[in-house]
């Protein structure tokens, strides 16, 4: 006891130069860990919609109940019969429930007012397209419609994320690549990677059929 008493300042002496000895090389190892640069990589696409729905919306009122029926019916019959004239198959073709509003006010000018909805699901998204510029012949027919909206999807993004993703990690690479020789060192592997989110919008207001996929990838690169 009174030997390791007498020789304890020569073992604080090697404690401490071991401890120096590993902190010398865990921070040199952290330093390694910690070049690195963070860039971001773009991808753009410019891809067709594959799908169409097109809804086609009319408004009936009446006071009686008889000819409010008769009235939808004849309308749904018309619309039908105008996009299947114009191509399009009855599997296609959906009408909604109808969506009927009884107003009991004694001075309203309809008892019975509806709300009525037929729609297509298509992937004939050109004539979709078309055919929705061509409804003024349903007014010519007795239809008058409150809404005439599509709106074009596209539904296959997985066809196009592999390649869109390669081109982003690229371009962060080259990016990288960029600042490492500015910086007198080389670029090595990801560190660390953020895919980032597909966005998709419409390509322009005047062709909404086309969208444009756009994706940022956020990348950490490892620098020599």
Same mark, same amino acid.
């Given at each position: 006891?009174?030997?390791?008493?007498?020789?304890?300042?020569?073992?604080?002496?090697?404690?401490?130069?071991?401890?120096?000895?590993?902190?010398?090389?865990?921070?040199?190892?952290?330093?390694?860990?910690?070049?690195?640069?963070?860039?971001?990589?773009?991808?753009?696409?410019?891809?067709? #919609?594959?799908?169409? *729905?097109?809804?086609?919306?009319? &408004?009936?009122? $009446?006071?009686?109940?008889?000819? +409010?029926?008769?009235? @939808?019916?004849?309308?749904?019959?018309?619309?039908?019969?105008?996009?299947?004239?114009?191509?399009?198959?009855?599997?296609?073709?959906?009408?909604?429930?109808?969506?009927?509003?009884?107003?009991?006010?004694?001075?309203?000018?309809?008892?019975?007012?509806?709300?009525?909805?037929?729609?297509?699901?298509?992937?004939?998204?050109?004539?979709?397209?078309?055919?929705?510029?061509?409804?003024?012949?349903?007014?010519?027919?007795?239809?008058?419609? #409150?809404?005439?909206? *599509?709106?074009?999807?596209?539904? &296959?993004?997985? $066809?196009?994320?592999?390649?869109? +993703?390669?081109?982003? @990690?690229?371009?962060?690479?080259?990016?990288?690549?960029?600042?490492?020789?500015?910086?007198?060192?080389?670029?090595?592997?990801?560190?660390?990677?953020?895919?980032?989110?597909?966005?998709?919008?419409?390509?322009?207001?005047?062709?909404?059929?086309?969208?444009?996929?756009?994706?940022?990838?956020?990348?950490?690169?490892?620098?020599?």
């Amino acid at each position: 006891m009174e030997k390791l008493k007498n020789n304890w300042p020569l073992l604080l002496s090697v404690a401490l130069v071991i401890f120096s000895i590993a902190f010398f090389f865990a921070a040199g190892n952290f330093s390694k860990q910690g070049s690195y640069v963070e860039v971001k990589g773009l991808s753009e696409k410019i891809i067709k #919609s594959d799908t169409a *729905i097109w809804s086609l919306s009319f &408004d009936i009122k $009446s006071n009686d109940v008889d000819s +409010l029926y008769s009235d @939808i019916e004849k309308n749904i019959v018309t619309i039908k019969k105008f996009l299947t004239d114009k191509g399009f198959e009855a599997s296609e073709i959906n009408v909604a429930p109808v969506n009927i509003y009884q107003d009991t006010y004694k001075d309203s000018a309809f008892r019975y007012n509806s709300t009525n909805q037929v729609s297509v699901y298509t992937k004939k998204v050109d004539l979709a397209k078309s055919a929705s510029n061509e409804t003024l012949l349903l007014v010519k027919n007795g239809v008058v419609l #409150s809404q005439n909206h *599509i709106s074009f999807e596209f539904s &296959d993004l997985n $066809s196009v994320k592999p390649e869109m +993703l390669a081109e982003a @990690i690229k371009n962060a690479r080259d990016t990288a690549s960029q600042f490492a020789k500015n910086a007198g060192t080389t670029v090595g592997g990801v560190n660390r990677g953020n895919q980032g989110v597909f966005d998709i919008v419409e390509k322009d207001p005047g062709s909404p059929e086309y969208k444009k996929i756009r994706l940022v990838s956020t990348l950490r690169f490892l620098l020599n």
